[in-house]
């Protein structure tokens, strides 16, 4: 079945510096993938898409590029900010029936002043 | 506003009271669905349900029921909860099948 791996944290860092969270996938086909964020107290959000080989999906900063050869979908910001602080899952949607998005487990992500 | 409601927001309930979580989106969305958070085992789907009158089970849907009478409502029920059932409970809904979620902003369930 459809799995999708990613580093749990917490992964600490401090203010301006460079963030990659690395995130795998095990899927039949080609699948969309996708960035969800989760702030505190708060549901999940999506931050970014790809849907094809390639592709890149940005949005407030953040990147990440479908990689089919590499099966990967890392997602890297230049400059983290505290606000930033979250956890991020990686997910991923097979299609061709109704199962829904596959998750990664979540990264927490604290950002340091 | 385009929103996915859930409620309650918390929960503290006994053993073997049977409770329901609620769940409503104002988007005209086909597709629900209901995914438990636990910590280290990321998002499960619980139930979902493609349109009025069609739901089916996900990955974890033990000790759950679902029921979609209404487009916009998809309520979550533990007939008769346990403690292992504790976890934050999120529902989502898309205008198709799978991507795109809007998720609503949880319900944190406690069974003591």
């Known amino acids: 079945g459809d799995s999708v791996t990613q580093m749990e944290g917490p992964v600490t860092l401090s203010e301006e510096a460079f963030l990659t969270i690395n995130c795998t996938y095990t899927a039949t086909g080609y699948p969309s993938l996708f960035w969800y964020v989760q702030y505190p107290g708060e549901g999940l959000q999506l931050l970014l898409k790809a849907t094809k080989a390639d592709d890149k999906g940005s949005n407030k900063g953040f990147e990440a590029t479908y990689r089919k050869e590499t099966t990967s979908f890392h997602l890297e910001k230049g400059s983290v900010q505290v606000s930033d602080s979250a956890v991020y899952f990686c997910a991923l949607y097979s299609g061709g029936g109704a199962d829904g998005l596959t998750f990664g487990k979540g990264t927490h992500l604290i950002i340091q002043p | 506003e385009a929103q996915v409601t859930q409620n309650p927001r918390y929960l503290i309930t006994v053993t073997g009271k049977k409770l329901t979580v609620t769940c409503s989106q104002n988007?005209?969305?086909?597709?629900m669905s209901w995914y438990r958070q636990d910590p280290g085992l990321g998002l499960r789907q619980i139930y979902y349900s493609m349109n009025v009158e069609v739901t089916d089970k996900g990955d974890v849907p033990e000790g759950y029921k679902v029921s979609r009478k209404e487009k916009r409502n998809f309520p979550l029920i533990l007939e008769s909860p346990s403690p292992n059932q504790t976890s934050l409970y999120f529902c989502a809904s898309s205008p198709n099948t799978g991507p795109q979620a809007f998720f609503g902003q949880g319900t944190r369930l406690t069974v003591v």
């Open positions: 988007m005209n969305h086909e597709y």
